[in-house]
Nanobody
Framework: HVQLVESGGGSVQPGGSLRLTCAAAGIPFTTGCLGWYRQAPGKEREGVAAVDSDGTTAYADAVKGRFTISKDNAKRILYLQMNNLKPEDSCMYYC?????????????????????WGQGTQVTVS
């Protein structure tokens, strides 16, 4: 039974920070590739960041230098530290399993195929 539960969203002013958390169960947490994507109403899903089993990370250009993805294998928790938030970062954020890590390594997070995601957590920057 796959379960991904996100938390940590909220409302902040521009320039502020949030740390999103995703508690995972029922997935190969230590051996798989995990990531975050975001989606605003009426817009396409956008890959934000991913971390592979060996710690290799990938980020969308829009968040490079501001967001950091990490995970705690012992606790089975995925994190997304978001700093210097901008109004355009406002939307729902989801953690998910990345089904094609090899392609993501080669072509970037924009090529990520996500499977198994949680209910999301809302981030509002204004």
């Amino acid at each position: 039974h796959v379960q991904l539960v996100e938390s940590g969203g909220g409302s902040v002013q521009p320039g502020g920070s949030l740390r999103l958390t995703c508690a995972a169960a029922g997935i190969p947490f230590t051996t798989g590739c995990l990531g975050w994507y975001r989606q605003a109403p009426g817009k396409e899903r956008e890959g934000v960041a991913a971390v592979d089993s060996d710690g290799t990370t990938a980020y969308a250009d829009a968040v490079k230098g501001r967001f950091t993805i990490s995970k705690d294998n012992a606790k089975r928790i995925l994190y997304l530290q978001m700093n210097n938030l901008k109004p355009e970062d406002s939307c729902m954020y989801y953690c998910a399993v990345v089904k094609n890590p090899t392609k993501v390594r080669a072509a970037g997070i924009g090529s990520a195929d996500f499977g198994y995601w949680g209910q999301g957590t809302q981030v509002t920057v204004s």
